[in-house]
C-alpha cells in the first residue's frame, strides 16, 4: 500500500508559483493616504462622543487636506485605479459627510432635538447623494475639456469645511455658532448646494504651469499662509470658509461666460445634427 501512495516531497530547487502577482507601490501609496484620511475621519468621530470639539475638527480638517493629496499622488505615480476611487468615495462619505454630521449635532443640533437629528440626517444623505452623482459624472466620455475646472454643486471636502462654521466661530467666542435657528439654516444651505447644479471651482487642472517669476514670491507666500495657518488656525479656516462662499457666485459667472463661448464654437451643423 505504501507504493500506491508514495509520500510528496517537493523540490527545494523547484521555484514556487506565486498565487496573486505583486502590485506596484505605486497603486498602493494613494490608498494607504486614503486610510489615513479615514482613520481621521473615525477619530473625529470618537472625539466628537468624548465632547473634544477642537481636535475634531482639526482632524476632519487634516483628512480634507489628505483627500486633496491622495489624488493628486495617485496622478502623479500613474497610480489610479477603480479600487482607488471606490475606497476614496466611500472614506470621503465617513470624512465630511456622518464625522461633521455628528459633530455639528454633538455642539449644537441636539438642543433642537427631532429637528437637529432631521437636519443632521440631511446633510449625511446629501453628501452621498453628492458622492454618487460624482462618481456617474467622471465616466462621461462627452464631458467637455473646460468644465473639467468645475465640480458640479459644492465638492466633499469643501461642504464638510464649510459646514463647520458655527464650531470655527465657537470657538473664537463669536456666539453666532450657538444659535440654533441660524446653525439649522446655514446646515441645510450648505447641503443644498452640494446636490445643486451650482458650478463651483475645482482646482484640478490649476496649477500646471507657474511663470517663472512667481515661483519666488509663490515660496514666501506659501511659508506665510502656513505661519498663520499654524498660529491662527480657527482665523484662517473662518476666512477661508467665507472666501471660499464668495467664490461661488463668481464661479457661476465664469461658468456661464464659457459656456457661451463654446456654444458659439460649436458649428451650426453640430447644433443641428444634436
Do not use: Q
Not at 477603480?82 to 461633521?100: K, T
Not at 462654521?165 to 447641503?191: C, K, Q, S, T
Not at 506659501?222 to 480657527?234: K, M, N
Amino acid at each position: 500500500m505504501s507504493d500506491l501512495f508514495p509520500p510528496f516531497a517537493p523540490d527545494p530547487l523547484e521555484e514556487r508559483r506565486r498565487l496573486f502577482k505583486p502590485v506596484p507601490f505605486r497603486m498602493v501609496a494613494p490608498n494607504l493616504i486614503t486610510l489615513l484620511a479615514l482613520c481621521l475621519g473615525l477619530t473625529a468621530i470618537r472625539l466628537a462622543y468624548e465632547g473634544r470639539l477642537e481636535p475634531a475638527v482639526i482632524a476632519i480638517v487634516v483628512a480634507a487636506v489628505l483627500d486633496g493629496v491622495d489624488g493628486r499622488v495617485a496622478r502623479l505615480l500613474k497610480g489610479t485605479s477603480r479600487f482607488g476611487a471606490e475606497l476614496d468615495s466611500l472614506a470621503d462619505f465617513v470624512n465630511f459627510g456622518v464625522a461633521p454630521a455628528l459633530l455639528l449635532y454633538s455642539f449644537v443640533l441636539h438642543e433642537a432635538r427631532a429637528v437637529g437629528w432631521t437636519v443632521a440626517l440631511v446633510f449625511a444623505i446629501a453628501m452621498a447623494l453628492r458622492l454618487a452623482r460624482f462618481n456617474v459624472m467622471v465616466d462621461d466620455p462627452n464631458r467637455p475639456d473646460w468644465k473639467k475646472d468645475f465640480f458640479t454643486g459644492v465638492p466633499a471636502p469643501a461642504g464638510a469645511g464649510t459646514v463647520l462654521l458655527p464650531l470655527y466661530l465657537h470657538f473664537l467666542d463669536i456666539e453666532i455658532g450657538r444659535v440654533v435657528p441660524v446653525v439649522v439654516a446655514y446646515v441645510l444651505v450648505i447641503a443644498f448646494l452640494m446636490v445643486s447644479t451650482v458650478p463651483t471651482y475645482s482646482g484640478k487642472t490649476m496649477g500646471k504651469r507657474i511663470p517663472r517669476d512667481w515661483v519666488l514670491p509663490l515660496f514666501v507666500v506659501t511659508v506665510a499662509v502656513f505661519g498663520l495657518i499654524v498660529s491662527f488656525p480657527f482665523e484662517a479656516l473662518v476666512i477661508a470658509t467665507l472666501l471660499y462662499l464668495a467664490a461661488i457666485p463668481v464661479g457661476i459667472v465664469h461658468h456661464r461666460r464659457l459656456k457661451r463661448e463654446a456654444s458659439r464654437s460649436v458649428p451650426p451643423s453640430d447644433l443641428a445634427a444634436s
